[in-house]
């Protein structure tokens, strides 16, 4: 597969010339930022003084087009730190609200930012989201450091919140990605990272740009460092705070473009998966901060209500997208109770990796075999608050690692049945 042409305009071009080189960069993404971009930018130039102050800084800030005040913001807040400005029209090629994670385009943001930083010969890269409403002091060192001293590739956060937030990613993709690839960091879709040299080099000439496999930028980001063997850390950061997003994406928008995007990276590194083995688990920075315990605010008997109207309406797909075995332990769940629903990690791991298989073998429209996911997901999500109800968080930790061990156990099979 040929690499795209490199995306950077020429006034970035010449900018990066003048420039000549840098020991670290800054990236930020953003598309209509301008009420927090400011003091993100200000505190990077804050922390590169503080924390890197012999060290050569230049931040580059890609802009998906927006059309508030956010570039001129990020202008203003840099102070003395030189500024690569990348303009692209993310917006005019999708919707225009933004995707379920980082900005619209920024699979072409995110490889301007590489190839940016590729010119300029920089040690490491600092990527932060333009969302935050607040970017504490001790963020810059806990994700850089381990980079700029050679000992990782890709460093990103773990932040204190619930166990159970974020149920798409803790349910399915850290799982599928842990067990592919033999690793992976908590988060996969992360916001913020830091990455080395090694592993921007690698982005920026890497497959796949501009394809199912990069819909989702932030994940292709922490699939790639897993599956070509970055050296993989964490950095307890504490809270995020972050401006909310402006609407909400509809679930089935959401598990197309995210789960989509996870599968087509598993054809993608085929190759990779297929050779690896276990790998060290992600080296973790700082203290380990205790998260809420609480189990995020969710209707069982709505979301069990769902996965019946799945069984009702939806067999005509499962039967071509699940094994015969799968969807037979599946038809009893639809005469369970809210308050006494179950669906075992194990037969959720074997779910996820046939819709895998269907979507690797094409047997349906892709985006519909994806949507008719919902209704399993969310019996997943059910099942697991039921478990999860009234555990410390420390419990709800646990479940989770056996959700990831379900999918550990499984993969064999899975790589079996893949052609």
Request: proline share 6%; aromatic share 8%.
């Amino acid at each position: 597969m040929d690499v795209p042409p490199s995306p950077l305009p020429d006034d970035a071009e010449a900018r990066l010339a003048e420039l000549g080189a840098a020991e670290v960069v800054f990236g930020v993404l953003s598309y209509q930022n301008a009420r927090t971009i400011g003091e993100v930018v200000r505190s990077l130039e804050k922390g590169a003084r503080t924390h890197f102050p012999d060290a050569r800084g230049v931040l580059v800030h890609s802009d998906a087009g927006s059309t508030d005040e956010t570039v001129d913001a990020a202008a203003r807040s840099a102070g003395d730190l030189p500024v690569v400005r990348l303009v692209h029209g993310g917006v005019s090629t999708q919707r225009a609200m933004p995707p379920a994670h980082g900005v619209p385009g920024g699979d072409v943001g995110l490889r301007g930012l590489c190839v940016a930083a590729r010119r300029l010969s920089a040690r490491a890269v600092l990527l932060v989201g333009a969302d935050l409403r607040s970017l504490p002091d001790i963020w810059m060192d806990r994700l850089l450091r381990p980079i700029w001293g050679g000992e990782l590739d890709f460093v990103t956060p773990l932040y204190a919140r619930p166990a159970l937030d974020g149920t798409l990613t803790t349910c399915l993709l850290y799982p599928l990605t842990r067990a592919l690839y033999g690793s992976a960091v908590r988060h996969v879709v992360p916001s913020e990272a830091a990455l080395s040299a090694a592993l921007v080099a690698r982005l920026a000439d890497g497959h796949g740009w501009s394809t199912a496999a990069t819909r989702s930028a932030p994940l292709y980001l922490g699939t790639t460092a897993s599956a070509t063997g970055a050296r993989l850390g964490e950095a307890w950061l504490g809270a995020r705070d972050a401006e909310g997003r402006e609407g909400r994406l509809d679930l089935g928008d959401l598990v197309s473009e995210v789960v989509g995007t996870a599968f087509a990276l598993a054809e993608l590194y085929e190759e990779q998966w297929r050779e690896a083995g276990p790998r060290p688990a992600p080296r973790r920075f700082g203290e380990s901060l205790a998260a809420p315990s609480d189990t995020p605010p969710a209707s069982q008997a709505r979301m069990v209500s769902v996965f019946r109207q799945g069984l009702r309406d939806l067999v005509s797909i499962w039967e071509q997208a699940l094994s015969a075995g799968t969807l037979g332990d599946l038809y009893p769940l639809g005469d369970l109770a809210p308050e006494e629903f179950v669906f075992s990690a194990d037969l959720w791991a074997r779910v996820v990796y046939d819709f895998l298989l269907a979507y690797h073998f094409r047997v349906l429209h892709r985006d519909h075999l994806l949507r008719s996911l919902v209704p399993l997901y969310m019996g997943r999500t059910a099942a697991l608050c039921r478990e999860a109800s009234g555990l410390s968080g420390a419990a709800q930790a646990r479940l989770l690692e056996r959700q990831a061990r379900a999918f550990e156990r499984a993969r064999a099979d899975f790589a079996d049945r893949w052609r």
